[in-house]
């Protein structure tokens, strides 16, 4: 007898429905935090008005009534100029630490690694030591170890090659001087000559298989230009003309082109995302079934870009600022190339700036204005920062060098390589991949821990926002710029340390 | 799990209890929320305002100084000392008749403004001048009402003597100093105007108090100092020994009078502090003290109405009947709280603007009648 | 013939050749062995010897304000605490020494080490002495003294190893023993060491070597005896009763102990017995609401639990929910809605956790009358007012105060941190998206930003009247900060749980929140405890950072307070004393921590298959 089998696909009741349930219980905690937000916007909003407060953005235009103790512009004549100062405060303090920390961290960690005790214990001593002090502490211990030091006095007058006391720290440094643009040009051109040549050392090397010394020649062709450039730099001055044609170019561009511009390139941005993510999906038999996430993702990237987009062209004001940026940019360089007053700019492009320390005013000594002049709260910082993230960094770089596996090493002085070598061809190009996600996150630990120069009086952001909202009571304004500030640094920061991260995982097989 | 369940249970309860202040009972958190405040909100004239908030609390909370030298310091075991500390107590016994009800909370000169206008204090004896701005209300002011003035200073630098200075210096002698000043003071724009106008160029270096901008001098990182005179005045006698320190200029650059602060439209609070402040100047202008107000407290009429009798002006503001009293007795005159705290470090009343009134000085009271 | 072989002659067999040992060879080893390291070591070593002759000099240098730190030893630990009150502090140490030694003793901590390496540390130690006198700027008696101890010490460990022979390299010695040895020198040291103070006889004119103060010395050494005693009693534990019991009481203590300590001991709160103690109403009776609540919620879990109720009890766990979320917008004890809030919580777990046999069950009604009991017990003594008279505006300061910060912030932050790390991976894009946002705008602004905006932002969004000190700011900042980090390093561990389990566990029936919390976060929290013990450390050193928001923690004593202190002597030029003495005092925690952690590590063997 045939027995008939029937397939019938029954859903559950509703309340019973895992999808159903899923979603109830995401818009139901989505509409809780919903609620508290709006709560705390009202209370909030009731509040300012109550206490007298004010919530606006006029403090970014108007004049703040501060100085600044150092940066590119002591007296800011807007609280947004005067932010810029604190943003550029702490990028000093950023980039030259994270250049010196990865130097000095991986020559620490290498040195942990080393089989000389002595080597090997001095540096472990400074890792132990450094890395279980908060460093706060090491901080206010710089600071105080500067004020130690006497202050000028008339006995230290003259040029000096290097100066501490408590009024900083003072080194020699090297200056750009008035060819400097016009030399900069002849290196850039260099470096793009350079990845040229570098290129093809690398093709002869692998079609003949003998050492090409790649980076020796393209080293030597940037080094070519610029020594060129040194001398020939005048005949860059065309390029004047150049700038300021732009320039004016962009200050006779109307404000909607820009608009357009930006909007359409929004949705293009939004568009292509949406595409590559697509084509990333697609399957030799046509398109993959789109999951509940994958769905969310593209509306949220199609919603990112219709904002944006509506955001520029209603918003003026960011299209005026974009043209306003490229033509000053323009006009900017324009200054710099071409006839000054008195005929072509000739002389040296860098200039070499010793400091010294002079008489002001009714008796009081100071540092002049050559070379660097190292402040307390810029050295407290930047030596308190710097040291911390190095040891840190030694710990990654030790790390990682472990992680190779043995036969490599095993493997290099098998074939007589002396272990220097091994080191530098060998382990670390290998340890490098390894190595790169953390140290990104120890760059971020650096760049959020100069926040920390509020406590030694360093003008960064952080002391800059405080000292504006002191003056003016904007305290949430200036709130809201400091975390757009982080989270833009953050966010560019783990993309370029993603980039470096992508490309390195596409080279392995 | 035992422990994850248990954790998960003291994140809730402590997160939600801590809508509590330590001191406040859990109720009032929970009946302000929803129904109408019987609380004082901060900074509006509600029906009970400050003084009612003070008096359910039991306790005034005072913002002072952090450090400032002979008016708000701050001893190792936690008693706070000062002229401002002083008044502190003064309001302290006036409302509850115990100077010692008082909560101290030192603030930096950069968060004081919003330690009031939050309500986390209840008035501010911080060496706070009295400006129009910080009077005023809107974007361009701080929002604030001031009291009687009880100590006229002015600003003036420091300088040290190996440098040239004299006590006759001006601006014209700070030409390319560095100097040292507190951010969010007056003090900042007036030596910025100052120097401006005199055309001369100086460095700023904001610091944060008192004791850091000292630091800074001692050590050579400033060559100058600027910041109300008495705070100058406090410094040099607890820390220049040698004498290598000298004040300049002779007569200061500004007007600085410094005086309580409190929030705005509370006139209630208002008057308390107010004629707390004025019954110890008018207690110094009759010559009554701590130690013979009971003898003296009937020698005329004003000095009955404010510390005997049956108190009605007292408790028309709304205070106890013997609020001033208290005052004299627990916290001094005027004149013994000047004495007690200023004049160790060298500030004396004869001859400056805080001398009676009857003796060329400018601390005058209205009659308390 | 018989096949013998006859071998030549050859010598009898030897012992095989030791490896030549001894310092002359270690050095050719470790320091010369090419010329390159050879010249690193003469490089090095001397640029090592000129630094610690200067920070030595340094240190001990005669122009040194350690009388500064010495005599304000108290204020860093605990700022104004009322001199009549100390008693509680000393109770509150008391009872943290008893728990660790008790736990010392329970967790077998320790072991054994051989007598070889106690004469290596020994002989280190000799040496380090010894070349301490020779750098630092010591008299020649200090020195010559020194230098005989240091001699001592080596030579008396070669003669002992010497003479254990080849018993020295056993591992005989137990551990404990040796680290007893150490606080109980300390504690001899206390009263015969010499430091640099001011004396109140003299009415605080100079610096002279008096021994430490007498106040302090008892009560160190009552701690002393009292934690040698709990490590015995903890020892006479493991034999009377199984490890696993002793060891969950000893966890049960110190969950108790440490809130209780805070909250009553140190904090004295005045507690309205009135209100506690009365019938029921909305806005009084904690302990009855407590008792209906435990008893009632027990009842309803209980049935609940059944495995008959099914969609019945889904539907009575919804509608708790919906009371909990409605009962925020009525007036009534915040205790009320917080225990419908856990009601509704286990009211929709209890299914899933409590059903089946009745283990679980009873399991889960336990669980609940702890929520409860600690639940109440929290909000009762946190809502009355601290007796403690100080000025201040919280009760403690100092170390005192890092250390509540810290401990209340990273457990406090446990729970969230996992629940976060849970929602970051979860498969339900709204949580996903809430927990990425939160975690990625946390962890993107500095610490110190977020400080000041809690100090500062908190009060502008609080409703009116309601006031939050500035501790508790802190407080909750550290912990919502502290849980972001926390998150990231448990998603790495649950990342790390290999799908075979989820599997399994599917196949065996489990639920999604079964799976959870028995499968999947025991192997994913165990594989990130490195990652954790760090984030432990973490926490501790930000801390720190407070003094920028004005609290009187540790650093701010030793940064603020004390160089400002005129009276009763000046010590405006004792700057670097206090900060090396606070780096001091942090490193010794922190170093401590870690060095426990890597031994923890060892121990469960993790990242080991």
């Not at chain 1, 990028?91 to 040195?111: D, N, W």
């Not at chain 2, 440098?163 to 003071?185: E, H, L, P």
Request: with cysteine; hydrophobic share 50%.
């Amino acid at each position: 007898m045939a027995v008939e089998v029937q397939q019938r696909h029954q859903r559950p009741p509703l309340w019973r429905d895992v999808t159903v349930l899923k979603w109830a219980a995401q818009l139901v905690v989505l509409a809780v935090v919903a609620a508290i937000l709006w709560i705390l916007g009202t209370t909030g909003a009731g509040n300012i008005d109550d206490r007298g407060l004010t919530f606006g953005w006029r403090w970014l235009t108007d004049p703040p009534g501060i100085s600044i103790r150092e940066g590119i512009d002591l007296l800011p004549d807007s609280g947004s100029r005067a932010m810029l100062v604190g943003i550029v405060n702490m990028l000093r303090v950023t980039v030259s630490g994270i250049i010196v920390a990865t130097i000095l961290g991986t020559i620490i960690g290498i040195a942990r690694l080393s089989k000389n005790w002595i080597v090997n214990k001095t540096a472990n001593v400074y890792i132990e030591t450094i890395r279980n002090t908060p460093l706060l502490v090491q901080i206010f211990f710089w600071a105080a170890l500067l004020r130690l030091f006497d202050e000028p006095l008339e006995a230290d007058i003259g040029v000096k090659w290097l100066h501490i006391s408590s009024k900083g720290l003072a080194i020699p440094w090297i200056r750009p001087d008035i060819g400097f643009w016009q030399w900069l040009v002849f290196v850039v051109v260099g470096l793009y000559f350079a990845r040229v040549m570098y290129r093809r050392r690398i093709r002869h090397l692998e079609e003949s298989g003998e050492e090409a010394y790649a980076f020796t020649y393209a080293a030597g062709t940037v080094l070519l230009f610029a020594l060129v450039g040194w001398f020939a730099h005048p005949l860059m001055a065309f390029l004047g003309p150049v700038w300021g044609g732009i320039a004016s170019f962009f200050g006779a561009l109307p404000t909607w082109v820009v608009q357009a511009v930006l909007a359409v390139g929004a949705l293009g941005i939004a568009g292509w995302w949406i595409k590559r993510f697509l084509d990333g999906l697609r399957t030799p038999a046509g398109l993959a079934k789109l999951t509940d996430d994958d769905i969310f993702r593209i509306v949220f990237a199609s919603l990112a870009g219709v904002i944006f987009a509506a955001l520029f062209i209603v918003q003026g004001g960011i299209s005026n600022l974009v043209l306003d940026g490229m033509r000053n940019l323009f006009e900017f360089f324009d200054g710099k190339f071409g006839a000054a007053e008195g005929g072509l700019r000739t002389g040296l492009p860098l200039r070499w700036s010793r400091p010294f320390v002079e008489v002001t005013g009714a008796n009081f000594f100071q540092y002049g204005s050559g070379g660097i002049v190292i402040t307390g709260g810029f050295f407290a910082i930047w030596v308190g920062v710097t040291l911390y993230t190095a040891s840190f960094i030694a710990e990654v770089v030790r790390a990682g060098i472990l992680a190779v596996v043995r036969g490599q090493t095993e493997a290099a002085s098998a074939l007589g390589l002396r272990r220097s070598q091994s080191l530098r061809l060998v382990i670390l190009p290998q340890a490098f991949r390894i190595i790169l996600p953390p140290l990104g996150n120890q760059y971020l630990n650096l760049a959020k821990n100069t926040s920390l120069g509020i406590a030694v009086s360093y003008p960064e952001i952080v002391l800059v926002g405080q000292t504006l909202y002191n003056q003016t009571g904007q305290t949430l304004p200036v709130v809201l710029f400091w975390m757009v500030f982080y989270l833009s640094v953050s966010l560019i920061l783990s993309s370029i340390v993603n980039y470096y991260n992508r490309k390195l995982q596409l080279v392995e097989r | 799990m035992v422990k994850r369940f248990v954790l998960l249970i003291a994140v809730l309860a402590l997160v939600a209890a801590a809508c509590g202040d330590d001191d406040t009972v859990d109720e009032t958190t929970a009946t302000t929320a929803a129904v109408t405040t019987t609380a004082a909100p901060p900074g509006q004239a509600a029906p009970g305002g400050t003084l009612a908030a003070v008096i359910a609390d039991g306790k005034l909370d005072c913002g002072v100084s952090t450090a400032a030298p002979a008016f708000t310091e701050f001893a190792p075991d936690g008693t706070v000392s000062g002229f401002d500390a002083d008044f502190c107590r003064a309001v302290a016994a006036a409302i509850f008749g115990d100077a010692d009800a008082v909560q101290f909370r030192g603030t930096t000169a950069a968060e004081r403004f919003d330690v009031l206008k939050s309500g986390e204090v209840d008035v501010l004896f911080r060496t706070t001048t009295w400006t129009m701005s910080r009077d005023a209300s809107g974007e361009a002011g701080v929002g604030g009402d001031f009291g009687p003035t009880t100590y006229f200073d002015g600003q003036q630098m420091m300088g040290k003597r190996d440098r040239g200075f004299t006590a006759n210096s001006g601006f014209a002698d700070i030409d390319g100093a560095i100097v040292c000043s507190i951010s969010g003071t007056t003090t900042e724009k007036n030596i910025t105007e100052g120097a401006a106008a005199a055309g001369v160029s100086i460095t700023l270096e904001g610091v944060v108090d008192n004791p850091e901008s000292m630091e800074k001098f001692a050590a050579g990182t400033c060559d100058i100092v600027t910041t109300d005179g008495s705070a100058l005045v406090g410094s040099k006698a607890q820390l220049d020994e040698a004498d290598e320190w000298v004040i300049f200029p002779p007569s200061p650059i500004s007007k600085e009078p410094l005086g309580p602060m409190y929030r705005q439209n509370d006139s209630e609070w208002a008057d308390v502090i107010n004629w707390t402040v004025y019954a110890t100047i008018i207690a110094d202008e009759k010559g009554i003290t701590s130690q013979n107000v009971d003898d003296m407290m009937d020698i005329d009429g004003e000095a009955t109405r404010l510390f005997g009798g049956d108190g009605e002006l007292q408790t028309s503001i709304g205070l106890p009947a013997d609020g001033f009293l208290q005052v004299i007795k627990q916290v001094g005159n005027y004149d013994e709280i000047y004495t007690r705290n200023l004049n160790p470090v060298g500030l004396f009343r004869e001859g400056s603007l805080n001398a009676r009134f009857t003796e060329g000085g400018l601390q005058y009271a209205p009659p308390a009648r | 013939m018989t096949g013998r072989i006859v071998l030549p002659d050859t010598e009898p067999e030897r012992p095989p050749e030791p490896p030549p040992h001894g310092p002359i060879v270690w050095a050719h080893e470790n320091l010369f062995s090419t010329v390159a390291s050879g010249i690193l070591t003469v490089v090095v070593g001397t640029l090592v010897v000129l630094f610690l002759v200067g920070v030595l000099g340094f240190i001990f240098g005669a122009d040194r304000r350690w009388d500064a730190v010495f005599f304000n030893t108290r204020l860093m630990m605990t700022q104004a605490y009322p001199e009549d009150q100390y008693f509680r502090v000393w109770l509150s140490l008391g009872i943290i020494v008893s728990l660790t030694g008790l736990s010392l003793a329970v967790w077998q901590v320790g072991g054994r080490v051989s007598l070889n390496r106690i004469t290596r540390l020994l002989s280190s130690i000799g040496a380090g002495l010894i070349g301490l006198e020779v750098l630092g700027p010591f008299s020649i008696r200090a020195r010559v003294i020194g230098i005989l101890i240091g001699l001592v010490l080596i030579g008396g460990s070669y003669l002992v190893k010497r003479a254990a022979g080849e018993r020295a390299k056993q591992e005989t010695i137990p551990l404990m023993a040796i680290v007893g040895i150490v606080p109980a020198l300390g504690v001899v040291a206390l009263y015969v060491l010499r430091i640099p103070t001011r004396l109140a006889e003299d009415n605080y004119a100079e610096q002279v070597l008096a021994p430490i103060a007498n106040s302090t010395r008892i009560p160190i050494t009552v701690l002393f005896v009292v934690g040698v005693v709990a490590y015995s009693v903890g020892v006479l534990m493991l034999d009377r009763m199984p490890n696993a019991t002793a060891r969950v009481a000893l966890v049960g203590l110190w969950v108790l102990s440490l809130p209780a300590i805070v909250l009553t001991i140190l904090r004295d709160p005045e507690l309205d017995y009135d209100k506690i103690l009365a019938i029921p109403g909305f806005q009084e009776g904690y302990l009855w609401w407590a008792v209906i609540f435990a008893v009632g919620g027990s009842l309803l879990i209980t049935y609940l639990g059944s495995p008959a109720r099914g969609e019945g009890g889904r539907a009575i766990g919804g509608l708790l929910v919906v009371v909990a979320l409605a009962s925020w917008g009525v007036s009534m004890l915040v205790l009320i809605r917080l225990f419908l809030l856990f009601l509704a919580t286990f009211a929709l777990a209890a299914p899933t956790f409590g059903g089946g046999e009745g283990r679980a069950r009873a399991r889960i009604v336990g669980l609940w009358v702890m929520t409860v009991a600690a639940a109440a017990y929290f909000v009762v003594l946190v809502s009355g007012p601290s007796t403690v008279q100080v000025q201040t505006t919280f009760f403690i300061g100092g170390l005192f105060l890092s250390f509540i910060l810290a401990i209340f912030g990273i457990v406090l932050s446990f729970p969230l941190g996992v629940l976060f790390a849970l929602g970051r991976t979860s498969s339900m894009p709204i949580f996903r998206l809430m927990c990425v946002a939160y975690i990625e705008v946390v962890r993107g602004v500095p610490f110190i930003t977020w400080l000041l905006t809690a100090i500062i932002v908190f009060p502008i969004f609080l409703p009116l009247g309601v006031q939050v000190s500035n501790v508790v700011a802190v407080l909750v900042m550290t912990v919502l900060f502290s849980a972001a980090y926390l998150a990231e390093n448990v998603r790495g561990g649950l990342q790390s749980v290999s799908g075979g389990q989820i599997e399994a566990a599917k196949a065996l029936g489990m639920t999604t929140a079964q799976t959870t919390v028995f499968i999947i976060l025991p192997q994913a929290l165990r594989a990130v405890i490195p990652a954790l013990v760090g984030q432990v450390i973490g926490t501790f050193k930000d801390t720190s950072l407070v003094i920028i928001v004005g609290l009187f923690d540790f650093l701010a004593i030793a940064r603020n307070v004390i160089p400002n202190q005129r009276v009763p002597f000046n010590n405006l030029d004792a700057l670097t004393e206090p900060l090396m003495y606070a780096a001091l005092v942090y490193w010794i925690f922190t170093f401590s921590f870690s060095r426990a952690s890597q031994r923890l590590e060892k121990k469960l063997g993790v990242g080991e298959r």
